[in-house]
């Protein structure tokens, strides 16, 4: 009767279970408009449960709006409830068509081994940012960040890449993809324009697309951004990758960073610098950030999530100081502050150089699995490519000889098991990156990278045999 089952192995109140059933049958049309409820003696009788149990799940639907009572006459179903039943979307029908890929040869960029992770390092760390954190703190801290956070990454900045920043310049972020949808609305205008390096992270410019701007690509070269190539007829921000150019890999040479200024100066407008790994970098120090040359016409953006963990989501940004309070109006307006414990334990990671140890570690053991994929690439394509860009990062672009990849060569890589991105994929012009790849590799053992580049080769070899035979 009434259609109800009650399970009683579920975290679910039987009340609450009982009131969902009816209110169920009512949105659906099952209880018409008017429909009297049962007695609360009959239903607790059928159900087997205290008759308090149905009084409380009645008086739900009531205080909800469902149902309505009077004194002397039943419970009664109230009018204006039933919901079309919503029609499944092509995309949700197309999502739960594809299955969840699993890949043979996982090139996937930007994937930093997670399972080196020092977990118990970290466990500690955050227990005692629990335990020792003022009561304060855990209400609503401003949109700057922790100050012991901000002084702990000045300091970073500073023994790291020999940057010498303010804590009060600094503000923390839910990682990189916030700090730009920030600056995209801190630099918006009537008619914006950006400039960006072409190729870049296309995914990141998406961000300033869906903000309304309009994107002028400025192409690179295995330098970096040709700054020869700007022109003032296209005033913007510039979106750049300096320390280590995505996706090919180029560090940018010292006049072209003053000409780059130079135009931003001209332009009244600022660098975005984009830093998303430049701290994995194998032969020599890193990069100094283009921030040093003009404080105050670059945004330099940082995150933590390529040298630690991507889903600790915690970046932080050099904002001017022409722009600051404009940037702390935003941030008060989006979602305030980042949670006070992440922030609190990562400063207690970088104050007792746990987390230069781990860089340190790591670059050791990148650099090792670097070399592991020259080495395959060599054994298994001979002499028919070469790498681009800096020894540095989790991925390389390499240029293979005579072919192109293009959105056919990803798709059917994929339906053979492997995860490799065109670098053609990044172009907002294309045609100029055809014959380059990227790999990543930071993510594979150097096993799981010398089978990877074999069976890439495999397909490769396949693919555009196939490829010529259909021309």
């Known amino acids: 009767m009434w259609g109800i089952e009650l399970d009683r192995s579920l975290d679910i109140s039987l009340k609450r279970q009982i009131y969902q059933r009816l209110r169920d049958q009512m949105i659906n049309g099952i209880l018409k408009e008017g429909s009297p409820l049962p007695s609360t003696r009959e239903l607790a009788q059928t159900l087997a449960v205290s008759r308090n149990t149905v009084n409380e799940a009645y008086d739900m639907l009531i205080a909800e709006g469902y149902a309505e009572s009077r004194q002397g006459a039943p419970t009664r179903v109230v009018g204006g409830l039933i919901l079309d039943q919503a029609k499944q979307t092509a995309f949700q029908q197309h999502q739960e068509a594809i299955p969840v890929p699993s890949f043979r040869a996982d090139f996937k960029t930007g994937q930093p081994d997670l399972r080196q992770f020092p977990r118990y390092a970290w466990q500690r760390v955050f227990q005692k940012a629990m335990s020792e954190m003022p009561v304060e703190l855990l209400g609503y801290g401003g949109p700057q960040g922790l100050v012991q956070l901000r002084e702990e990454i000045a300091a970073w900045l500073l023994r790291s890449k020999g940057l010498t920043v303010d804590a009060g310049d600094i503000y923390i972020t839910a990682g990189a993809t916030q700090a730009l949808h920030l600056v995209a609305d801190l630099l918006h205008t009537d008619h914006p324009e950006m400039l960006a390096e072409d190729p870049c992270n296309i995914e990141m410019i998406q961000t300033f697309i869906q903000k309304g701007y309009k994107v002028t690509p400025v192409p690179v070269d295995a330098h970096g951004i040709q700054t020869d190539a700007l022109s003032l007829d296209h005033c913007g921000p510039i979106y750049v990758t300096p320390s280590h150019q995505f996706p090919l890999g180029g560090i940018l040479p010292a006049a072209r960073r003053a000409e780059l200024i130079r135009f931003a100066r001209r332009c009244g407008s600022y660098v975005i610098e984009d830093d998303y790994d430049s701290e994995y970098r194998y032969y020599g120090e890193p990069a100094a950030p283009l921030y040093a040359m003009a404080p105050d016409r670059v945004i330099y953006i940082g995150t933590f999530s390529k040298v630690l963990f991507p889903a600790l989501r915690i ?67 001979g002499e028919q490519w070469r790498p681009w860009g800096d020894a540095a990062g989790l991925h390389l672009a390499v240029e293979f000889a005579g072919m192109a990849f293009d959105d056919s060569f990803r798709d059917h890589a994929r339906r053979s098991g492997i995860r490799t991105v065109p670098v053609e994929h990044h172009c907002i012009r294309k045609g100029r990156h055809t014959d380059k790849l990227l790999l990543g590799y930071g993510h594979l053992e150097p096993g799981e990278i010398r089978y990877s580049v074999q069976y890439l080769q495999q397909f490769a070899a396949e693919y555009f045999k196939e490829h010529a035979r259909h021309r």
């Open 315 to 381: 970046g932080y940004v050099l904002v001017p100081r022409e722009l600051q309070s404009r940037w702390r109006r935003l941030r008060t307006y989006t979602d305030v502050q980042n949670p006070p414990f992440e922030q609190a334990a990562l400063a207690e990671f970088l104050r007792t150089r746990k987390f230069d140890r781990h860089i340190a570690r790591m670059k050791k053991l990148y650099r090792e699995r670097r070399q592991a994929l020259l080495d395959a690439l060599a054994d298994c394509f």
